[in-house]
């Protein structure tokens, strides 16, 4: 053994001073700034990594939060009273539920519409026909639903009248014949208008249309049905009782009002009827976002590995380029664990990099995605804040071999491997 490298071996053996933190921190920028082509690549595998995560767990919550806010629009709000037929031999009774019930109904506290609806299975094909001479080949007959309605049904079904008008208590109360066509029942019938009072005919009796609707968003089968005042039903085509009661309510009311609707529509035999109220909203936003978030995560973690294999490769390289700088620092008196901080201090900081670039791709993703659908962004601050903390811990864990090889190096070595 020569003379320099018993001098070399005993300087190694000599206890190295401590290094000032901010020391190993310039050594460390300045290793990744020295390539700053290959420092890019290598962050780009988090970056993809991080912004995979964040888009989609930032899109996830949005779109949860969009489905159980449709979720609480529609059907968290609505209850639904079933109301059995009555017994045989029961009729002369007189009614379970009243046609008056509803307005019992809609004094509560809670509901905002309330509306009775009374079918069968002798009015559900019913052939209607827009006018009463039948000549060979006409198709102006449709087999169409007959149903009976309160004068409260558009609200209740979230419909809107796209032509005339419903008939109201007036109607009711003098038995008019008239009818309200569901728009596709319209369209099925070719009636466009109602000004000029047009009329329909179903079994052997006409009727005047003087109503549309339309948008039906609940029950909408509706929308194919012919509607007829609840008096007109009972005297013409024998629909006398109650066969369901549709309840909107406002947010948080529905459990409420369903409890009590059935003491108001019929009080003492509240149990005879059959309630469907909304189920629980927490437990449908927690699955709506589970659901989604379970979906695609998978996704993001695959970036991640293949970022953190991106960077101990790339370090594991950078290693083997600088064995003669790391001879040259542990032969002036650089510890082990000096020169393995150094090398894990770059893959950290090129995880972190990569996790700030990422968090903020993914969440200009997220918030482009949401004004995009007309949506109302959902961002956590804790994934915002973690996603740059998971990045440097990918640049952590990545770096571990390559420094641990690094540190391993004996001075002598290292310099007498060629550069």
């Given at each position: 053994?020569?003379?320099?490298?018993?001098?070399?071996?005993?300087?190694?053996?000599?206890?190295?001073?401590?290094?000032?933190?901010?020391?190993?921190?310039?050594?460390?920028?300045?290793?990744?700034?020295?390539?700053?082509?290959?420092?890019?690549?290598?962050?780009?595998?988090?970056?993809?990594?991080?912004?995979?995560?964040?888009?989609?767990?930032?899109?996830?919550?949005t779109a949860g939060n969009q489905i159980v806010g449709r979720f609480d629009a529609l059907t968290a709000t609505s209850v639904t009273?079933?109301?059995?037929?009555?017994?045989?031999?029961?009729?002369?009774?007189?009614?379970?539920?009243?046609?008056?019930?509803?307005?019992?109904?809609?004094?509560?506290?809670?509901?905002?519409?309330?509306?009775?609806?009374?079918?069968?299975?002798?009015?559900?094909?019913?052939?209607?026909?827009?006018?009463?001479?039948?000549?060979?080949?006409?198709?102006?007959?449709?087999?169409?639903?007959?149903?009976?309605?309160?004068?409260?049904?558009?609200?209740?079904?979230?419909?809107?009248?796209?032509?005339?008008?419903?008939?109201?208590?007036?109607?009711?109360?003098?038995?008019?014949?008239?009818?309200?066509?569901?728009?596709?029942?319209?369209?099925?019938?070719?009636?466009?208008r109602v000004e000029d009072a047009p009329a329909v005919f179903f079994r052997g009796q006409s009727y005047t249309v003087i109503g549309?609707?339309?948008?039906?968003?609940?029950?909408?089968?509706?929308?194919?049905?012919?509607?007829?005042?609840?008096?007109?039903a009972a005297d013409r085509i024998g629909l006398r009782n109650i066969t369901r009661v549709l309840v909107n309510t406002a947010l948080?009311?529905?459990?409420?009002?369903?409890?009590?609707?059935?003491?108001?529509?019929?009080?003492?035999?509240?149990?005879?009827?059959?309630?469907?109220?909304?189920?629980?909203?927490?437990?449908?936003?927690?699955?709506?976002?589970?659901?989604?978030?379970?979906?695609?995560?998978?996704?993001?973690?695959?970036?991640?590995?293949?970022?953190?294999?991106?960077?101990?490769?790339?370090?594991?390289?950078?290693?083997?380029?600088?064995?003669?700088?790391?001879?040259?620092?542990?032969?002036?008196?650089?510890?082990?664990?000096?020169?393995?901080?150094?090398?894990?201090?770059?893959?950290?900081?090129?995880?972190?990099?990569?996790?700030?670039?990422?968090?903020?791709?993914?969440?200009?993703?997220?918030?482009?995605?949401?004004?995009?659908?007309?949506?109302?962004?959902?961002?956590?601050?804790?994934?915002?804040?973690?996603?740059?903390?998971?990045?440097?811990?990918?640049?952590?864990?990545?770096?571990?071999?390559?420094?641990?090889?690094?540190?391993?190096?004996?001075?002598?070595?290292?310099?007498?491997?060629?550069?």
């Amino acid at each position: 053994m020569s003379v320099v490298e018993r001098e070399l071996e005993a300087t190694a053996r000599v206890e190295r001073p401590w290094m000032d933190p901010r020391d190993l921190w310039t050594e460390a920028l300045a290793g990744v700034l020295a390539r700053p082509v290959r420092s890019a690549l290598t962050t780009l595998g988090t970056v993809l990594g991080i912004t995979t995560l964040v888009i989609t767990i930032g899109v996830a919550s949005t779109a949860g939060n969009q489905i159980v806010g449709r979720f609480d629009a529609l059907t968290a709000t609505s209850v639904t009273v079933t109301v059995p037929e009555p017994l045989p031999g029961a009729e002369d009774a007189g009614p379970l539920v009243p046609w008056s019930g509803t307005d019992a109904v809609a004094r509560l506290a809670g509901v905002e519409s309330v509306a009775a609806l009374a079918d069968s299975d002798a009015t559900d094909s019913v052939l209607v026909r827009a006018n009463d001479v039948s000549a060979p080949g006409d198709l102006s007959g449709q087999t169409l639903a007959v149903v009976a309605a309160s004068a409260g049904l558009p609200a209740a079904v979230h419909g809107r009248m796209t032509a005339g008008r419903f008939y109201d208590a007036g109607d009711i109360a003098r038995r008019d014949h008239v009818v309200v066509l569901g728009d596709q029942a319209a369209q099925l019938l070719g009636i466009k208008r109602v000004e000029d009072a047009p009329a329909v005919f179903f079994r052997g009796q006409s009727y005047t249309v003087i109503g549309i609707l339309g948008g039906i968003r609940r029950e909408a089968r509706l929308s194919t049905a012919v509607l007829v005042p609840p008096t007109t039903a009972a005297d013409r085509i024998g629909l006398r009782n109650i066969t369901r009661v549709l309840v909107n309510t406002a947010l948080g009311a529905a459990k409420q009002v369903a409890r009590q609707a059935p003491i108001a529509l019929a009080p003492g035999h509240q149990d005879s009827l059959a309630v469907v109220a909304p189920p629980d909203l927490s437990k449908a936003r927690a699955g709506v976002r589970n659901d989604a978030n379970s979906l695609f995560l998978v996704l993001g973690l695959v970036s991640l590995v293949v970022g953190a294999i991106g960077i101990a490769n790339v370090t594991l390289v950078t290693v083997m380029e600088r064995i003669g700088e790391i001879g040259l620092r542990r032969s002036l008196g650089a510890s082990r664990r000096q020169v393995a901080g150094q090398f894990l201090l770059e893959s950290t900081t090129i995880g972190l990099l990569g996790g700030v670039v990422g968090a903020a791709l993914g969440i200009a993703v997220v918030v482009c995605v949401a004004v995009f659908k007309e949506w109302t962004p959902v961002l956590d601050l804790r994934l915002a804040l973690g996603a740059p903390l998971a990045g440097a811990l990918v640049g952590l864990l990545a770096g571990l071999y390559p420094s641990l090889r690094a540190a391993r190096m004996e001075p002598v070595d290292a310099l007498r491997a060629p550069s």
